[in-house]
């Protein structure tokens, strides 16, 4: 999927949202800004690296779940896979987490501030028996968000 050309978020991040059809229609969705800070490295372990929002980011945040969304990183928009809650697998999470999983991009995120748009939810949060039976359910959302995702491509909004 990859990013989208910066110019299709140039509008969302600071100059006239009036001419720009694509970040009219981003900001559609309910948005979650913020700066990513350091996680537990749970995601990269299991093949799916992921930004973790400040527990301080600001906006509207739906309901615990896994989402698919477009992330705008830099005036670039990335589709992403998001998670919204406490990571009912693992022991000790002690707060309601935003952990977004970037499509087909490798990139060093800490520090910086990214705004997550969630597009549609995928699922409900679920506590797995094991790290398999997660990571299999983790390719399958990926699998389904990207096609969510083809379907409502900004451009084509």
């Known amino acids: ?17 009036v001419d720009s059809p694509e970040a009219a229609r981003l900001a559609l969705y309910p948005t979650v800004t913020g ?3 350091h996680g537990e490295m749970r995601g990269r372990e299991l093949g799916f690296p992921t930004a973790n929002l400040d527990p301080k980011a600001e906006g509207v945040t739906p309901a615990d779940g896994v989402y698919a969304a ?24 002690p707060e309601r987490q ?28 679920v506590r797995f028996e094991g790290l398999d039976a997660l990571v299999a359910q983790i390719a399958a959302d990926v699998a389904n ?11 084509a909004l």
């Open 98 to 125: 935003i952990e977004a999983h970037i499509l087909d991009a490798s990139l060093d995120l800490y520090d910086r501030e990214i705004s997550v748009h969630f597009v549609r939810r995928v699922r409900g949060n």
């Open 70 to 93: 477009w992330v705008v990183i830099d005036g670039r928009v990335f589709g992403g896979a998001v998670s919204v809650g406490n990571n009912p697998t693992f022991e000790g999470v």
């Open 1 to 17: 999927m990859g990013a989208l050309p910066a110019n299709t978020a140039t509008a969302f991040l600071g100059e006239p949202l």
């Open 145 to 155: 968000i990207r096609g969510i995702l083809a379907e409502r491509h900004l451009q």
């Open 35 to 37: 700066r990513v800070v």
